[in-house]
């Protein structure tokens, strides 16, 4: 395992040692395990049965591998306390032969704009029938907990910034990102409705631009940036290069998302991210020309893209999950493209 991820786990497990605890001796379900998020938790999970559990826990983890690389977990093949199954979470009937399941987190979905636009029913049989089945198969396991990754798109392009959980956002129902966005919002209303009328223990989580170690360049912007600058390649910015994100690195994340599991109030929503810096494009590709000697190199014209339904600035109001985890993000913008970069090392990769 590279330094760097060891960095992040001994970092969250500082922060959530006692939550993480909870996980012990169980069995614990992650979809989407080859997918950014998904891959990172598996990975995280099986570093806390070597060096933190007394009992060790069972990990499951499903993905079909249409996007997600099944390549992030070659090095766990052969664990006894990781299985890992192709399987696509929206095929019915559901998947009876699992055993005890006792927390599932549900990170299957097509996630990136660049795959999502062109392959729009994909996405939205993963973000709803998915949904629906993973719910069902938690109702029938009597699972302790169970964690929808949902996404800030469901705030469309929001008018207050930061923007809090109560937001009400308006989402266009045929626009270019409408799979992705309407079905977020319609797996949210089911979880509610699945906690309200069937009693599952479901909490939601609204992530803002999480980014980090092990993400594949897929188009989104900070794997995009870090490639251009280990293969030393011009970086093109699509669009004005003027809409702002806050961007949050996946350490960070992932103890919010931990908290939400563990201690997060059923039925409820609850972003993540960092509301502490908030960079258009431009600014984020000048940071990273500060860091690395200039790379990456910025070509001379702005390219014109699709940005219809793209909101202008994204930033969560973060109170509602800092209150939960009585903890704040730590690694800033500047500090996480530094782990990024030490981790794409040709050393590092080889």
């Not at 009937?93 to 990136?112: H, Q, T, Y």
């Not at 219809?308 to 993000?329: A, F, N, S």
Request: proline share 5%; hydrophobic share 40%; aromatic share 8%.
């Amino acid at each position: 395992m590279h330094p760097v991820f060891i960095q992040d786990f001994d970092s969250i497990i500082a922060a959530s040692a006692e939550r993480l605890k909870r996980f012990a001796g169980s069995t614990i379900l992650i979809t989407g395990a080859g997918g950014f998020i998904g891959s990172y938790l598996v990975d995280l999970f099986a570093y806390c049965n070597d060096f933190l559990f007394a009992e060790k826990c069972d990990v499951i983890g499903e993905d079909d591998f249409s996007v997600g690389g099944r390549e992030r977990l070659r090095h766990l093949e052969g664990r006894k306390d990781v299985e890992i199954l192709h399987r696509d979470i929206a095929e019915s009937p559901l998947r009876r032969g699992l055993p005890r399941i006792d927390w599932i987190v549900n990170c299957a979905s097509i996630a990136s704009p660049a795959v999502y636009r062109t392959r729009p029913l994909d996405t939205m049989r993963v973000n709803a029938v998915g949904m629906w089945n993973a719910l069902q198969l938690a109702r029938e396991k009597g699972v302790k907990g169970f964690l929808q990754m949902s996404s800030s798109e469901v705030y469309g392009n929001a008018s207050i910034v930061p923007t809090p959980e109560n937001y009400v956002g308006t989402i266009q129902p045929l626009g270019p990102r409408s799979c992705y966005d309407v079905s977020k919002l319609f797996g949210e209303t089911l979880c509610h409705l699945y906690h309200q009328e069937r009693g599952v223990p479901v909490k939601i989580a609204r992530p803002f631009n999480i980014y980090g170690i092990g993400a594949a360049n897929d188009g989104r912007i900070i794997p995009a940036l870090m490639a251009a600058v280990v293969e030393d390649k011009e970086f093109v910015v699509h669009g004005s290069g003027t809409a702002t994100r806050s961007y949050c690195y996946v350490s960070d994340a992932v103890i919010q998302l931990l908290a939400v599991l563990v201690d997060g109030i059923s039925g409820e929503a609850y972003n993540v991210g960092n509301d502490e810096e908030d960079l258009s494009v431009i600014r984020v590709v000048r940071l990273a020309q500060e860091l690395f000697d200039g790379r990456p190199r910025m070509a001379d014209d702005l390219t014109p893209v699709l940005t219809r339904d793209q909101p202008g600035r994204r930033k969560p109001d973060i109170r509602k999950v800092v209150d939960l985890c009585g903890w704040r993000p730590g690694i800033s913008l500047r500090g996480g493209l530094m782990r990024v970069h030490e981790s794409m090392k040709p050393e590092a990769i080889g």
